[in-house]
């Protein structure tokens, strides 16, 4: 018999007047799921909110275990500070509430979403992340990309700097990184894809699927199947004991 989920607890930061803290969901696995045996935590994209990978939560966090859903900083009703738009910024929002999950976790980030779901994850390292899904997010400079308006200094730091680094030293530390790029995308170009399929990093795997940008979030897509066989892979459930 699966034992009863804890009672979520947190965040510590919770009751600090002067600490604002994003808006998320805390939502228990469900019966049936198998998932990889432990809590999830989701990112969206910009312009969207925690509700847009609901439907991996709900399909691959099992019963006993929670998936936190962040909405990121100026995504309503979360914060919007006037500036502290870096990805660290992001992922340093992500830390003030990651306590609510009381175990390792398997991070999943979509778009901007997968470049926080990195940060964050290098920073926390294996005592908090189980493992790190990244869904079609381009991770060299690319200062012709630079825009200016609303988005002016997300944009600069994200399109300024090279964060394929990043990768490797996850995988170093004994977390694996999947990398799903849809065939006809226009976030990461050939050479870089080329670049990462051709990746041999123990505990790496990238994976193209068929489909444009927005397909990697469609609930009746293959993301799902390719994250359950990434898990299978990498991170398998041990077999439950007979009671």
Known sequence: MTEPAPAPVGPYLRDVEHVALLDHDLVPGRPGVRGAGAPLLLLHGLEDDRTQLRFLSDALCPEG??????????????????WGYSPLDYAADVHRITDRLTAPAHVIGYSYGALVALVHAVALGPTRVRSVVLLDQSLERRPARIEGGEWAESSFLKWEYDYTHLIGMLTAAGIPVLLVIPGESHVIPPAERAALLARRDPGFSCVVMPGVHADVVRPDGPVTSIIEEFYARYCPVPPKENA
């Open 65 to 82: 275990e929670f998936a936190l859903l962040p909405t990121l900083r100026d995504h309503p009703p979360s914060p919007a500070p006037a």
